[in-house]
């Protein structure tokens, strides 16, 4: 029964490690059957921060220990060699350590990469590293130091009181700023009513989405622009933003807008280049998968509708890949059908039908022709409104006669 005890932590932990029915024993005895010391135990062989011989060890020596001080020695352990590896390989960890101990509240990548002067990047990695070491904790986008960890920073760590005054300091400024940017940006949505439309569509889970949101927007035209001016170098620079503002948030605004971005640039600076075609499809499915499985209340709503449109008339117009295409316009419809969006309604018809019919072509299929048939009745039904949606009505209707009888 321990040793079953063993194997499930090591598997519900995911932790890397090969332990014989021999060896499970031993870490039991030796641990005294403590769940805290044997995750502890398997964590550091997962991370080769000590080999098992060594861990079994420094287990026999503290035999006399009470369990809360073998944890507390153990965990010192990991603490100690994952902040000297960090640091050994130039990163600036004690002041990011320090910097989530002080915030007060989780803290985001964002925040810590301003605060500490590094790259998102960097933040990324450091903080994915001390996450697997159990050193933080995550919730959504947000850390926060492990309990255990927050004892060690608070003795190990924290900088004498000038210091720390003018680390606090940094942090209230930081939040200030951040309150201001806000403020800004409410101000800015009330008198930009595409941008309001655009953000409040989206649902941004907190003040850091909705922040890189209404940025992405703006990114987005200025970047636009570029491609009209034919600069590639700046429309690259564009790019790159971009790509930073991923590693801040998982929301699928993001990279929406990576693909569109990438999509208004291709024909006049990469026309022909399939690595670039695969990167927008990327993007496009990334941004789906978000909401599938990070920002699931969106699913079903004019966003998710919009999105998958985008990939729908990429997949049909870029790709030929009709019937994929099919399936995401078809949602997308389904959708528009219900909230009465006129032009993506017209837009996802419109190539919803061409997919339909080159599905026909190629198969013979009847069930196409039968889906297209009522799709174009629909479409016809649909006239009085084309011209409100800019939609060419009668190029649809001379290019589908064939299915409206």
């Known amino acids: 029964m321990g040793i079953s005890f063993v194997e499930n932590i090591v598997e519900s932990e995911g932790f890397n490690v090969s332990l014989t029915r021999a060896m499970a024993g031993s870490l039991l005895e030796t641990s005294k059957g403590n769940?805290?010391?044997?995750?502890?135990?398997?964590?550091?062989?997962?991370?080769?921060?000590?080999?098992?011989?060594?861990?079994?060890?420094s287990l026999e020596s503290m035999r006399s220990k009470n369990s809360e001080m073998v944890a507390n020695f153990m965990y010192k352990n990991t603490f100690d060699a994952a902040l000297r590896y960090l640091s050994e390989?130039?990163?600036p960890v004690d002041d990011v350590m320090c910097i989530i101990s002080l915030y007060d509240e989780r803290i985001e990548l964002y925040s810590i990469s301003r605060l500490a002067k590094i790259e998102v990047s960097d933040a990324e990695k450091m903080c994915n590293f001390l996450l697997e070491r159990l050193i933080l904790t995550k919730s959504g986008e947000y850390y926060e130091l492990n309990e255990f960890a927050k004892r060690f920073v608070l003795i190990k760590l924290l900088p004498d009181r000038f210091e720390l005054s003018n680390l606090r300091d940094k942090i209230k400024q930081h939040k200030d700023r951040m309150r201001k940017k806000l403020e800004q940006l409410e101000t800015t949505l009330d008198a930009n009513s595409a941008l309001h439309k655009n953000v409040n569509e989206w649902q941004p889970r907190n003040y850091i989405d909705k922040i890189v949101i209404a940025e992405l927007f703006s990114i987005y035209g200025e970047a636009v622009v570029c491609v009209r001016r034919g600069d590639k170098l700046e429309f690259e620079r564009y790019i790159r933003d971009l790509n930073e503002h991923s590693l801040i948030t998982n929301h699928p605004y993001v990279a929406l807008q990576k693909a569109r971005l990438l999509k208004s640039g291709i024909w006049k600076f990469y026309k022909g280049n399939v690595n670039v075609l695969d990167q927008i499809q990327r993007a496009y499915e990334e941004a789906l998968e978000s909401i599938e499985y990070d920002y699931r209340y969106l699913i079903g709503t004019a966003?998710?509708?919009?999105?998958?449109?985008?990939?729908?008339?990429?997949?049909?117009?870029?790709?030929?890949?009709?019937?994929?295409a099919i399936r995401f316009l078809e949602y997308a419809k389904s959708i528009f059908d219900q909230t009465q969006v006129q032009k993506p309604w017209f837009i996802s018809c419109n190539y919803l039908s061409i997919s339909y019919d080159e599905r026909y072509r190629q198969t013979n299929d009847r069930a196409y022709f039968v889906h297209l048939s009522r799709v174009a009745k629909q479409v016809s039904a649909s006239k009085k409104k084309a011209a409100n949606a800019s939609f060419d009505i009668e190029k649809y209707l001379k290019q589908f006669k064939d299915y409206i009888q």
């Open 89 to 91: 390989s130039g990163y």
């Open 303 to 324: 966003a998710h509708a919009s999105l998958s449109m985008f990939l729908g008339v990429f997949l049909c117009a870029d790709r030929k890949d009709y019937g994929r």
């Open 35 to 57: 769940a805290l010391i044997i995750v502890q135990a398997l964590n550091g062989l997962h991370n080769n921060v000590i080999t098992f011989a060594q861990l079994t060890q």
